[in-house]
């Protein structure tokens, strides 16, 4: 049998019948409606959809109510409207609690959450550094006293602009320790570069 | 002009009478609608619903409003909604004030009534339950209103909040809102402050006044000279003036910017002295140096003491190092003790030159009498000051004859000192004090700290910060007790860590057992309260696996009670024969909420080191006077806290330590002296990031640390807070000297060396020493070294190559005993020189011709022009001390004195191109440069916040366990259930050998 051809009414026979057929047939065809509806309501959709189970629950439970009095669409809102007007009136939206608000100022921190070095060397950093003449020149002095495997790494990822991966495989370590030793230059230059 | 915001208090009003009863009739059967004041700050409103028999009648009583000026009130504290723009575009975007805010969240909660509803009161108020909804409002938008002080409070009224910041600035910004005030923290660009010249009016941000000062914010135009400082500074000088203590008697600023408003309670400075020269350790990193009368001045709301804050409108801030009596002061050619002392050398670097044209203003102005009015933008020139200091009889070039103490020698060099006006912060030495041996608010430590302990080797401090000593253990309250008795400190595994994951685990079904091979898994029922599901479901970590029942844990509540409601909800679908389209939704339901539990239960969190030692305190840190390198001084009552339990464990009766006698005081240092503590600041970068002192009473409040410790702690003297740890076992006693010592830290990686140079004015001091031959013997004794020092400059290199030579022949206890020496010398020397920041630095120096066009590249030729001419300038003037410190590479260098006194140079505007700043620092920027640096400014803040994250990140990856046991391979996964899961299903046994697990574990 088609379902899709299917009367409401003869699909509540075969429901009130125990068919699960047809409820999936009622349901596909109603659920976005109902849920629909609810949302109008309730304005949230998890409580929505957990009310639209609800309301198909009573089709399934109660679905001989109906009768055949009026349009099918109108019966399954009413219960769709009832289930919501009980979930209004029974769930604790109203809350008793007085206001306080526990929001701190964005900036009343103790303590700034950036330290001011890093504000520092952020405004005249060593990547900035890189592109300057002058200071390029102070950068590359600070390179020639770092350990000797450090050297390596920044000349090859930052004067030979090779990729991390590359580096490692040239060097025959893993990446993690270029990227390590990356993390090592980049910090102690920076702390340098503030100084210097 | 307007300083108030009234479009908090006239948004709220149209919500109440026009978008409220507009929303209201558009969703359900409205009848009639009234508001009622109740009050300065509540309302009533009335409201019925229906008609005929099923009208009803809503009464919703004391509902909150804002005062005039927009404020919220809840209990006598103040609170207030910022306004939102919609977009960064501030020309384009809607602005939305509290009420369009409240209107909009009542719209997306109120339901839409089908018609011919029988209402009654208690679906009305479940319906609408308005007071429920404008009270969560508040409590989710509204935001403390800080009121330190009158200022604040005002400015934080015409804040603004960007909710979708995508870029830190647009051209919309410009006139609208403050291009200098913002938090310097992530909230940066996303919190505004309304421009003095702009309104919210009609949902828009609108310009109202063009004028130069009216395009900055409250703060930010009360900054004399602000064009001749650099924007990023200005923005922590804004901030910090609103956190500056309201004093009980005002005194105005001797120069002012004619935009304070005419309220006596407005001015929280003090119009102090100022020197600005180098004072060895006592203005070292920031630090202010203070006179007794000085002090006097600011003795609200307490008397001020070291480790107190204080800036100045320019940015500068420090914390006092020491109060002095004023005959130890710099003092003036005629008798007069200097106020405060703030290191020349914290300007050079951070190009906050205004504050010495303000000294100098401020100068006159005393001498005139009257205060100094310089709006923003409109600040007198360097020959409009020369001639008024003629006019006044006052040296012209600004600078005096300072001496060392009132009976004291003149300085080397003559020095700027003026009138500049400073504020006193709420950050104080009290505030920042904490010292505990017991559980509560002891200081936390997170896997960073551990990374640190771990790459030094300190295993064994580890293992007491996270284990013995963590507040978390259930036998912590004891801990103080079995010391003092002198009872054996085990700690018994597992870790109060680990014992969390244990319990945690169990309510997932998963027994994690200690047992002498390590830690077991295996699967078990879950021990307490438990869930027993409708049916099984499969287990959310192992498919193949079920799960009948869960443990109910207070820790994840919300979580649990859904898996509840899915439950219960599956329940009644079985009883019912529900068919299957309904259950496999409900079953599907009742999967994921389950899921979502296990995953809140054992979060990668779990798996990470965390605890808040005991055994440990904080204080504010200040310079060390008068240490050995290997000493801290930390306070007086924080010593007696944290080495109370061992002396007693010494034998020293409670009642002996409690009445502090010489006796016990006696004690105390001996056991302090051969004791280490470890001294940490937050965050934790690198492995020096934990150093090792013996500590030693010191007054006050404050820690006061050796200066060849501030690189490595990245600390300075501007209200930095120390976290200090007493290590109580042996084994950790043993080790913090040995690892976490200077030395120690420089035995085990001997390229740490360049991080205990001496800094600043100490490295400034050795290179003036260096010039003689007398110094450079000088040098070579203090180094000990055999071979003369080279007849040439001795700069930071050249120290190095001293330094390392020391190393490699005498060790590195050897290495860091000469730094000291050398050190305290520099600070001596550097403090005999009367170095400083003439006001008018650069009028001497010849600049060349500037480019007449706009074309960046020729003008960052002309920068590289001037900076050649810079370094080959061998003239005595005014330049020289700057160039000295520059040469010796002790603070700034070329391209940043080129931009005091030749041209600021090539910077990005907003549209990101590359535009030529004309001006230098010297001569003052106009407001189109200004603006265009605040650009600048503001990205570069942004890019430390995110530096510092990612730093973190980097480090947090470097660090993953690299062992194949199951917590390794847990701290490993992004959903370490999974793993455990998999461990109980093998029955696996975690050895707990690996460093990550052994440390996490046991």
Redesign the interface.
Known sequence: MAGGAQSEEELLRRICE?D?EA??TL?ARYQESVRAHLL????DANTAE?LM?EV??RV??RGEQWNGHGPFRVWL?RIA?NL??NY????R???E?????????????????????????????PQAALE????RR?LQ?LVE???REKREVFRLVFDAEMEIADVAETLGVPP?TV??RL?YIR?RL???WD?? | MPTSAPWHRASFERFLTVSLPQLLASRLPLGGYGVTRTGETTCCIELSLGTGESEVTLTFDDLPMPDVEGVFWRAGKPYVVLPTASCDDLDLAEIRCVGEQIAADIAARLGEAPDNLPWDETLARGWLPLDAWIGGFLERSAQALDTTNSLCRRSYLRRLSLTNRETLFTPGHYGRTCPIETPENPNIGRVLAVARGATIRDGRLVIEDTRPAATLGLCAALIPFLEHDEPCRLTMGANMMRQWLTPPDPEPALVQTGFEPDDAAHWCGRNLITAFVPWGLDSFEDAILLSETCARRFAYPQPIQPGDKLSNRHGAKGVVSRIVPDAEMPHLPDGTAVDLVYDCMGLYSRLTFGQVREALMGRIAQHEGVPAIVPPFAAPSAEELRERLGRDGLPEDGLEQLTEGREGLPLERRATVGVVYWGRLHHTAQRGYFASVRPGGCQRQGELEGYALRDTGATANLREHFHMRASERRDAVTLAERVANGEALVSPSPSPRCAELIRRLAAAGIEATPTAEGLTFDFAPPPGETLTFAQPIPYPWLPERTLTEVGMLPDCLAEFRAVQEANARLSRLQQTQAPDTLREKAVAELETRARRYLNALVPPSLLKLQARPMFSGRAVVTPGTGLNYDQVGIPEEMAWTLFGPLLQREGVEAEVIASRSAEATLTLDALMARSWVLVHRAPVIEPTGFLAFHPVRSAGQVIRLHPLANHSLNADFDGDILAIFLPLTAEAQQEAGERLSLAGHLRRDPGLLGNFLPLHSARVGIALLARTPEGREEIRQLAGVDSPLPEAPLHRAGLLALAQEVLQEQGAEAAIAMLHRLTLRGFAVAKRSGLSLSPFLGSGFPRPHPPQGEDAETWEIYTEELIERLQKHDVTDELEPFLTVVRAVARANYPILQKFVGAYGVVEDVAGRRVAIRHALQDGMTLEEMHTLCVGARHGIARAAIELENLSRTLRKSHLPTGYGVLSRAMRARHPGIVFARAASARQTDPLTDLDSSLFAV
């Open positions: 125990r699960a409820f999936e349901f109008r309501t309730v304005r957990d189970q198909f629950l399934w439970t809102h409207t919501a007007l209004l009136r029974t769930v939206r109203r809350r609690c007085p206001l306080e608000p526990p929001h701190d100022s964005a900036d009343a921190d103790d303590t700034p959450t950036i330290p001011d070095w890093m504000i520092d060397r952020a405004n005249a950093g300057q003449g002058e200071r102070q002095h006293e770092m350990p993690g990227r390590s993390h910090k920076a702390r340098e100084e210097e």
